[in-house]
């Protein structure tokens, strides 16, 4: 039947998909969006709306799933970056920024950054706006009244202000630097104490100790070795840094009027006109861009290098707590060496030493056998004890050439 399954001769009503779906809330989650007005928002959205929202790719929304382990990426695309770094995971457009799962405590002070400083940003960039509004003739006093908001300055030092889409990936950048930092700060406050110790005092506790610290270094030394690779691989392609300016694209795609004015500010929805402008687009940005940002990516190489330098001073860190826990590993070894050959020696001493009380007794147990000896003919012991006394003072005196002739050849140091 058409809206039934027969089941053991039993109908049973067949849900529509949207009902099924919206009862399981598959792919449904929550994202915290912050737009390039300021406003700032946690919305429930489901893959295909988050799809449409950002021109992004279901291969590309698997980036950012928090139930995923993906390998940290920094997608370039037509509409949106896609970043996953250590914890950030965000979709990044000309017009707003979404964070999956933003009510994670690991994000907290990313999260808090997003709001504070885009909304900053938002508010500055609209203050910008009424000043461009504002007749010619207005004083200048009234002109600088409108610009008391604070503004972001980027790592580059330069009065221009960055646009959206860089100023959120230089806070997703900022956080992961800070937040390797503090990894790493926190290690050398833990690994160097208890190096120290283990040098001073071997033992079982301290070596326990220094093996995890060994394992959290080279944990940690990996991280942060793949987010510079990360940085490294934005700055050696500059069309994919053109691939970047998404503020630049929307402007260029709207003077070529794929993208209705009205529309840029408003909805993310209706970001485009239909699904053939945005064939369009993607073939007309991309000719657009080639000839055109790629000489004038000093902005993005400059941001993300100056960020690079601080991943490489972190990589630095590790990599001297790396060779001091080399060093002191080679110090351990050196100690236990020692200590090996030590006992060596005192082995060696004693197996001379027993060497030479068997050849005593040897000597003592020839004269036990009941062989007559006129030496015994006088009845008496003396003979026995002068016997005894001569084997002793033997072994002695061989045992003490066996240890010097030992020193002589350098066996025993």
Not at 165 to 182: D, G, P, T
Request: proline share 3%.
């Amino acid at each position: 039947m058409g809206d039934h399954i027969e089941l053991n001769r039993r109908y049973i009503p067949v849900l529509p998909y949207q009902t099924r779906m919206k009862r399981k809330g598959a792919g449904v989650r929550t994202w915290l969006v912050v737009s390039k007005l300021g406003r700032v928002s946690v919305e429930e959205l489901g893959k295909q709306a988050v799809m449409h929202r950002t021109g992004i790719t279901a291969r590309d929304l698997r980036v950012v799933e928090p139930d995923l382990s993906y390998p940290y990426a920094v997608l370039r695309r037509e509409r949106a970056v896609v970043v996953h770094l250590e914890h950030v995971k965000a979709i990044v457009t000309a017009d707003e920024v979404l964070v999956p799962n933003p009510r994670d405590p690991r994000i907290a002070s990313f999260v808090y950054d997003l709001e504070f400083r885009l909304s900053d940003f938002g508010a500055t960039t609209t203050s910008d706006k009424a000043m461009e509004q504002l007749p010619t003739d207005t004083p200048l006093e009234a002109r600088g009244s409108r610009r008391e908001a604070p503004t972001n300055e980027s790592k580059m030092g330069n009065s221009k202000p960055l646009p959206f889409e860089f100023r959120a990936f230089e806070i997703c950048m900022e956080f992961v630097c800070k937040s390797l930092e503090s990894e790493t700060s926190t290690l050398e406050e833990e690994a160097y104490p208890t190096l120290d110790r283990l040098s001073a005092k071997i033992s079982t506790n301290n070596l326990k100790h220094v093996r995890i610290i060994k394992g959290r270094l080279v944990a940690l030394t990996g991280r942060v070795q793949k987010v510079r690779n990360e940085f490294e691989h934005i700055l050696d392609d500059d069309m994919d840094m053109a691939q970047m300016y998404l503020t630049d694209k929307l402007a260029t795609l709207q003077s070529e009027g794929l993208v209705l004015e009205d529309e840029i500010d408003g909805d993310a929805d209706a970001f485009l006109l239909d699904d053939d402008i945005d064939e369009n687009m993607s073939n007309k940005s991309s000719t657009v861009f080639a000839s055109d940002l790629k000489p004038n990516v000093e902005e993005l190489e400059m941001l993300v290098g100056a960020y690079l330098v601080e991943i490489g001073g972190i990589l630095n860190k590790l990599s001297t707590l790396k060779e001091y826990v080399h060093n002191t590993e080679d110090y351990i070894n050196i100690v236990l060496d020692d200590k090996q050959n030590q006992l060596l020696r005192m082995g060696l001493i004693i197996a001379t030493a027993s060497f030479i009380i068997t050849l005593g007794s040897v000597g003592m147990d020839s004269l036990n056998m009941n062989i007559g000896i006129s030496l015994f003919d006088s009845g008496t012991y003396s003979q026995f004890y002068q016997v005894f006394g001569g084997c002793v003072v033997s072994s002695v005196f061989l045992y003490i050439v066996a240890i010097l002739v030992l020193k002589l050849l350098g066996v025993l140091g």
